[in-house]
């Protein structure tokens, strides 16, 4: 089973290994599997144009533990991570609590806009 955080660090993982490889991005077949984070599992497995791939493992899990960091440095933690997505719904689904929750938003702090809503004139799907 994947969840969020590995398919983030196996995402992270292709990036960075393509990057080393000097390769595209599609090109890399691999995962990131387990716990996110500093005890996630590089699979080495990996190929790249269908072929066994060198996989600095090292350097590899210095990038992506070095990672988060930096984007947290970057642009700050985000209010609701996907963990607070899902206990959030799961609080209002069982009625625990009442309201709304905003989960994203536009930079600009615009409403988003449903895709065919701008045809009707409308915010709303």
């Not at 691999?30 to 497995?45: F, L, N, Q, R």
């Not at 070095?66 to 985000?78: D, E, H, L």
Request: aromatic content about 2%; hydrophobic content about 35%.
């Amino acid at each position: 089973m994947l969840e969020v955080g590995a398919t983030t660090d196996t995402a992270r993982y292709r990036l960075t290994l393509a990057r080393l490889l000097r390769v595209p991005t599609a090109a890399v077949r691999g995962h990131v599997i387990g716990e996110h984070g500093d005890a996630a599992v590089i699979c080495t497995s990996t190929t790249v144009h269908g072929r066994p791939a060198p996989v600095p493992v090292q350097r590899i899990r210095a990038e992506l533990t070095a990672r988060p960091r930096r984007i947290s440095a970057g642009i700050g933690r985000t209010r609701s991570s996907p963990a607070g997505v899902v206990l959030t719904t799961f609080t209002h689904t069982r009625s625990l609590v009442d309201g709304v929750t905003e989960v994203s938003t536009r930079q600009d702090g615009g409403l988003a806009r449903h895709a065919g809503a701008a045809e009707r004139g409308s915010d709303f799907p």
